[in-house]
């Protein structure tokens, strides 16, 4: 079982950036489809960034250039890096790894999850 660790999360204000990093051994190697999703309160969980196994990488539209996604085989973690943070942004955010399989929006289809790191961006 693959045990996930996010960090980085805090609070900082409109326009700030946060390096949100996930951990876990094995994570990085022997999972097909990588990504960042977040929860804000009252709402669903949604897709952040993904970074598939040809190393193809996709944002949702929120994103809008602001954030990248990365990742470091060696130390087995992924990374977040979020820039230009508006206060829409607050959310707890998770990392997620689905073992076999095209990287997909949809939150069912992932195997691991971490345990999440809260974003508060203030205005």
């Known amino acids: 079982q693959v045990q996930l660790v996010e960090s980085g999360g805090g609070s900082v204000q409109t326009g700030g950036s946060l390096r949100l990093s996930c951990a876990g051994s094995?994570?990085?190697?022997?999972?097909?489809?990588l990504g960042w999703f977040r929860q804000a309160p009252g709402k669903g969980r949604e897709g952040v960034a993904l970074?598939?196994?040809?190393?193809?990488?996709t944002y949702a539209d929120f994103v809008s250039g602001r954030f990248t996604i990365a990742l470091d085989k060696a130390k087995d973690t992924l990374y977040l890096q979020m820039n230009m943070l508006k206060p829409e942004d607050t959310a707890m955010y998770y990392c997620?790894?689905?073992?076999?399989?095209?990287?997909?929006?949809?939150?069912?289809?992932?195997?691991?999850w971490g345990q999440g790191t809260q974003v508060t961006v203030s205005s």
């Open positions: 997620a790894g689905r073992k076999s399989g095209y990287c997909l929006w949809q939150t069912r289809v992932y195997d691991y």
């Open positions: 094995g994570y990085t190697y022997n999972t097909d489809c």
């Open positions: 970074y598939d196994r040809d190393s193809s990488t």
